[in-house]
């Protein structure tokens, strides 16, 4: 409890990492793409796509959580706090903040929050994770349980503006590509995002590797019994979320991830659609800047009728990806 | 007639875009890979290649224009009338010239004049496209039909510069990397590119997604009956005019494109040959500067002897790419 | 003898080829990662990595020298004599100091001095090639047999600190991921990286095209009788090296090739693994900061005992590459 990790290693991101974001992912959200329209929000310049610092940051992780984790159980609490411009570097650092053993004696559960942080030493994203872990030794006794208390879901009145100056009053919806704002959609709505992307080995990996996310198992035809490589659940919420664009497009920023869960495992091959639900709206106290929480679900294969669950209450066979997420829309 | 079109997302260029388009396609043309050598021919730093411009603004039409389109008929007149350079913001706006009903009654022709201009409103690239179109009540009058006038070919005359200051004066043929000039080519010569390339999905995919086109048929197997990915046109220029170099080393700068047929489909698999003729010869009143009329033909495997059409008058089986182009070269 | 040729194309190299050099080698060695990590260490800035200027260096010799060559024989006395910046132009010059007949009459061994040099003129990187070409007129007589004097190995006095100021005083081990230094290794001691890359024919072409190298045996299943696209041995060092990060993480600066074997071919699909054995040790008289000098090995599938060659002396069947390199490291 209270240990502190000092991730390695520190990773400066440029205008390379966007081209290539743009190369792996059909992204076309303005704040991102154009640097005038970034300028027209009251940003000082186009900042990185959110998903570039969250899967930075979180990779940085992955060597000391769960490299060697059993599973890795959910996330949670997860806030974005500043923008990452071209040239910024983040670091990651981590704190244990939840221990309870398994039933079993053998395995136990670990709670982590992580702080991402840029150059300047500002928090850029913050969130928690926990992942099931092997005892050392089995025998020994376990610490005394602590469970972290952790909220179903980041507060609107919590969420962060990526600039003090950060503002829709001079948004061109035109330009942005849909003429949609908060007001256009209501809680419980569901969207079909209609495209589909079939996956491929070589871009699930470069991706990976982009964000320096070292498991094995995505790269290597030798470290799985079945010989397929597993895509890197990251790379299937990017693709979601660039696929959201189709009726989401003005769903800029991302301000928090409230929860996500990797339903079933992707492969090269797979083709991915996405659908999205409306769960909550709120406005922000900024003018002219609200926020929608939206359900963002991937799916193997195009249905009809957008399932989450089957009867029996698990995730239908057919769902990679279940992410709760707050995003900043124009009201 | 008459209607305008804005079209999303304004896209920002940057030294990001240059290294992906040099990892997909074998281009060493030293203008556009040496910043001293973009200086010595008078220009403030190195552009990108001419086709990434071309590209980037072409894909934005694509969800106005083409992406419910029967069938993509033909371009013409497309100028090149600004260098495109690292942090530049394209937007694309369309205007309607032409319409005319066809005999069914059911489908149509629509002409398009599309402009794309940087941040600084500066005139980038314009282009003519025709598209036919279902009509959206098969019932309803057709508007009187108007057909543009369209040239067969820009003009040299009508060849603008990438500067005032652009000049060969100072062109090393060492680094560029052949010693031909305009008047070592023949009207009526055709050359061999030699070099071949097999291509990939993941290539085409990334590349086409640079260029944010969203056409599902690129991307998606369960888009088109026979489950097979269709490689964007502009994968197969780029390529074709990359292979140019062996050659066509001296062919630095792309001033106009005449017009282009993407003659048969290409697919994964297939590997892309190239060979052009020179169309013919221009001066341009600078001193040091002239200008080949190329057609750039690429192919579907090698054959000994180039042919671009059989003896019925259609494209050859194996042609995919037949492009008339003008190129900037030394005098 | 004493020929010399003026390679094309020079490269200006960006934040554009970084990003892609992480996305397609799982590297994180922090000199490269990070901008400030970079400045901790006395650089202005962060260099690109070493085997960028290396690979891009070495393509452009292609052309000219070995595109058309019986055999890739060897290099020997590579130093690394100034870093590469985003934005620095890199150009190469080569001169012939040797030439042999072979016993044939019909080949001849050719060795090639090469120069990378920067837009401000400052060498870069020196190599030595030999190649062994067919003689243009087997008839003709052969000149004096000139067979220029190699050292085995770069001396370590004569290696090359990326700058004046450079330092490892300020050097942050938890950043950099691993604790060790210069003494915690052994000469002798065989290190295994564990982690394993199966490789895709998408990657190495995009990594080959980068560098500008134009081989078609890379890029053209047509153009060997087997059909198999070959890998550029670039790649495979590029990878191994990415590679050793485990358990060099602070290996940080490549300051010599002393030599490199590309012992057999290396095709997509392969799940490439690589180990190190420690070969000498050196302070460099600044203060911190020592050297190793490693054999790099990077083999096809895994071994539990890593073995360079079989009983008769030859290269085991699963070696791809025998790389002899210098690398600065912390003392």
Redo the contacts between chains.
Sequence with gaps: MGETL?H?????L???????Y?????T???LY?????ARDCGLPE?PLEDLIGFHVAFGKTV?DVSLNAVANLGYAECRFLAPVY??D?L?TVSTVIGLKENSSGRTGIVWVRSVARN?AGEDVLTWVRWVMVRKRDADAPAPPATVPELADAVGAEELVLPDEAFSFQNYDF?????PYRVDDYEVGEVIDHV????V????H???T??W?N?S?VH?????REDGR?LIYGGHVISLARALSFNGL?NAQAIAAINAGSHANPCFAGD?VYAWSEVLDKAELGVPGVGALRLRLVATK??TDAPALRGGDGKYAANVLLDLDYWALVPT
Tied chains: 1, 2, 3.
Excluded: C, I, W
């Design positions: 000092v390695a290693t520190p990773r400066t440029t205008e390379g990492d966007r081209a290539l743009t190369a792996l992912y059909p076309r959200f303005a793409s154009s640097d005038p329209f186009n060597p071209p040239g570097t670091s150059q035109h330009l942005a590509g849909e495209d589909g992307v079939t491929t080995e070589a871009e990996m470069m991706a590797r982009l320096q070292t094995k790269f290597n035809v030798e470290a490589r497009a083709t294969g195009r």
